[in-house]
């Protein structure tokens, strides 16, 4: 080993975030004291975000498998079979620790981040999806979060050149020291000619590609994996540098040395880098790695061992190549001008080798180094039952109408249209529902398929009740692709959640996954990738429970898809599945009365299956003319959006008598949907929903230009529109907290 490496103290133990019994089973497993590169690749392999130390156990109940997938969880990126020899590839990813420290740098490299897990198994990006959580308005921060995480994912999504078509923003105190910035990709491969990680054959070359390595980015994973806390700005130089004109550069030349048959196994260096990477293909081989660091192209002079094998420069892939390939493969690479170096071999030894300057600066066990991280079973409690909150119990402080305009004007509720305005959408020309909908839809080649595409959770209720919560962000992306007419087929999830070594936080993650779970199973909905993002607080306060759920459906005839928009005057409005008149955690009490309390809805999931089946078979017989799930805010202000998108204003019946009018316009129970069809089809369509035992009603029809309540004074289309269009705006120049 190298004499120029620092002593190991206890204190350099405890700054690479790992902990006295943790370093004791290193000295165990390896019996000497380990130099300082190997604690840099132990603390890299073991910490959270790389080893899922804490969640590991956990996340082994949840369904993998239905007979469309082809790769669950455990590659770079889940991938799914939909027909004619076409397989759809994606996963979701967070960077919020990045995105916190520096906005804009932290969010391109979370996106340029996925989209290299996605073409890393042979898939061609076609769309990007996200899921960003800020703090409260007022906070001093978030204004300044919002604008730089927006135009960096904007940045590097545009420059790439793959459209960003859908996602979710929300605004709660509880994020003010610690955002959520969620990225998802999806992509387009062959069903035959999917690449994996796993090396294979001894003496085989190992290649790095791409663009050169710097100091940035090291302990990224690490700092993933710790609390925050006031001197957190000072972690900036751990945040990542992007460059989206490299990593198109380095997709083309990836496809194309796939296309020519040179790859054996192939992996994105993302968290932990150069470490992760070789680790991870030689394990999974069954393999050992050598490196020889000399050869790894640098950007920066003196480079240590260390450095170099925890830096997360961006834009750099790992392979393992064909040999007689070789040369091809180089001349590929330098054709599209990026870096090409063979900085290793297989070999048989099962042992990782890290060489530099003629020193041996790591010798260690890689399936170990995988294999044998911790894995904890953390003490949790369960989250206490809140009370159910009575609708009569609760007397309303304004008119329903007006109620409605104070929600669509709040922070939560109104427009996100400044937000997408700055993604290139419609890029590639295949984006058939752009943002705003309830899931976007993209064309999937030149033929008559669709994907529907969506992101969602609903943080209130995951921390209310984590078992229904879970249950409801797996139920709300499902029937979000059922609303456009799409066939949910799989999800990737993001679990982000405070410190998992607190028993309260780790039992709210056990009870969204045992949610997640149970709701999966019984829609036929299975995860096939994902991440896992613990310890998401500063000075000891956690984010709300937020496990985003990225949903991926199809459409056989993508023409066929819906829309919210009301299409023309004169048709019935329908409402599709039972209506109690749930407030406990909604919108309307907390933005109308103050108040953030009480048990969230209960999803009721062979109801959910039921009831989005029949509303996707209308989708598909052409029935059904506008369709807009219903979740935040209830059907008062799912009513509003569809008027506001279709500028058709609607007329609508009183409540009816057994329930308390505030409770059935904004009430959020679940598995509902809005639909209008034509005046001649409402008698036949009740008829059928009834047969199934479907909840059906008539609740109005559309026409004129205001949206009119029984009972109450109509509010113009147009109003409504300014209402939901200003507040994002003017908050993002100034003019509002």
Known sequence: MSKNE????????????????????????IGRVPSFTELGIFSAMWNEHCSYKSSRIHLRGLPTKAPWVIQGPGENAGVIDIGDGLAVVFKMESHNHPSFIEPYQGATTGVGG??????????????????????????????????????????????FGVPTVGGQVRFHTRYDGNILVNAMAVGLAESDKIFYAAASGVNMPIVYLGSKTGRDGIHGATMASAEFDDSSEEKRPTVQVGDPFAEKLLLEACLEIMRKDCVIAIQDMGAAGLTCSAVEMGAKGDLGVDLDLDKVPTRELGMSAYEMMLSESQERMLMVLKPEKEQEAEAIFRKWGLDFAVVGYTTPTKRFVVKHGGDVMADLPIKELGDEAPVYNRPFIDTPKLPVIHARDIEAPLPNVDALEKIIASPDMCSRRWVWEQYDHVILGNTVQRPGGDAAVVRVLDGPKGLALTADVTPRYCEADPFEGGKQAVAEAWRNITAV??????????LNFGNPERPEIMGQFVGCLRGISEACKVLDFPVVSGNVSLYNETNGRGILPTPTIGGVGLLDDFTKSATLAFKRAGEAILLIGETQGWLGQSIWLREVCGREEGAPPPVDLAAERRNGEVVRGMIHAGT?????????????????????????GATLDAPPPSIVPHAWWFGEDQGRYVITVAEDQVETILTKTTAVGVPCVRIGATGGDALAVAGEHPVAVATLKRTFEHWFPAYMRGETA
């Open 6 to 29: 620092p002593q190991i103290t206890p204190d350099l133990v405890a700054s690479h975030g790992l902990k006295p019994d943790e370093y004791e089973r290193i000295l165990k497993l």
């Open 114 to 159: 996925i989209l290299r897990d996605v073409f890393t198994m042979g898939a061609r990006p076609i769309a990007c999806l996200n899921a960003l959580s800020f703090g409260a308005p007022s906070h001093p921060k978030t204004r300044h979060l919002v604008s730089g995480v927006v135009a960096g994912i904007g940045g590097y999504g545009n420059s």
């Open 485 to 494: 007419g799409g066939r949910p087929l799989a999800l990737t999830d993001n």
């Open 624 to 648: 059904a003319t506008a369709v807009h799930d219903l979740s935040d805010g209830g059907l008062l202000v799912a009513l509003a959006e569809m008027a506001i998108a279709g500028n058709i």
